[in-house]
């Protein structure tokens, strides 16, 4: 399943970089703070193909860096399926938890998350998030790291 070709006739989300260098669509109500660190919150709502931060985080060059656990990223997407490329400076894997619309993604789990969407960040790769079967609509990605020293660069889609 991990294997499968991307779904071009669904995917209608682009690459989305976090980092400040190539960065677009945020939609944190918050003005990014170049090489600095700031306190964000997660808009009431968030437009087809826009994220945001939530929690304390530092927007790099060319990645986004969580510095207290707790904090989360999100985007809208319209994809079968969503990858996230994570790093972290931590020596212990940091867990995190993703959701879709809010809710545990269930049977829509992607190979790096069980259906709870529990997941653990260890070495720097793109991690799979999201396997949507079915109809493909517009939905919300919520991921929750639960240590400082997440790293993430840039949302893929298939």
């Given at each position: 399943m991990a294997?499968l070709?991307?779904?071009?006739?669904?995917?209608?989300s682009p690459?989305?970089?976090?980092?400040?260098d190539?960065?677009?669509?945020?939609?944190?109500?918050?003005?990014?703070?170049?090489?600095g660190?700031?306190?964000y919150?997660?808009?009431?709502?968030?437009?087809?193909?826009?994220?945001?931060?939530s929690?304390?985080?530092?927007?790099?060059a060319?990645?986004?860096?969580?510095?207290?656990g707790?904090?989360?990223?999100?985007m809208q997407?319209?994809?079968?399926?969503?990858?996230?490329?994570?790093?972290?400076?931590?020596?212990?894997?940091i867990?995190?938890?993703?959701?879709?619309?809010?809710?545990?993604?269930?049977?829509?789990?992607?190979?790096?998350v069980?259906?709870?969407?529990?997941?653990?960040?260890?070495?720097?790769?793109?991690?799979?998030?999201?396997?949507?079967?079915?109809?493909?609509?517009?939905?919300?990605?919520?991921?929750?790291?639960?240590?400082?020293n997440?790293?993430?660069?840039?949302?893929?889609?298939?």
């Amino acid at each position: 399943m991990a294997q499968l070709r991307a779904d071009w006739e669904h995917l209608n989300s682009p690459e989305t970089y976090l980092g400040f260098d190539r960065q677009d669509r945020s939609a944190s109500p918050e003005n990014e703070a170049r090489n600095g660190q700031g306190q964000y919150r997660l808009p009431e709502k968030l437009g087809l193909n826009h994220w945001a931060l939530s929690g304390n985080w530092t927007i790099e060059a060319e990645k986004v860096v969580l510095r207290e656990g707790g904090g989360s990223i999100a985007m809208q997407f319209h994809a079968r399926d969503v990858n996230l490329v994570l790093s972290s400076k931590s020596p212990e894997p940091i867990a995190f938890r993703v959701t879709i619309d809010g809710e545990p993604p269930g049977t829509s789990w992607g190979v790096d998350v069980d259906e709870e969407g529990n997941g653990e960040l260890g070495n720097g790769r793109m991690y799979q998030l999201v396997r949507q079967p079915g109809v493909i609509v517009d939905r919300t990605v919520e991921v929750t790291f639960s240590e400082r020293n997440a790293e993430a660069y840039v949302f893929t889609f298939g």
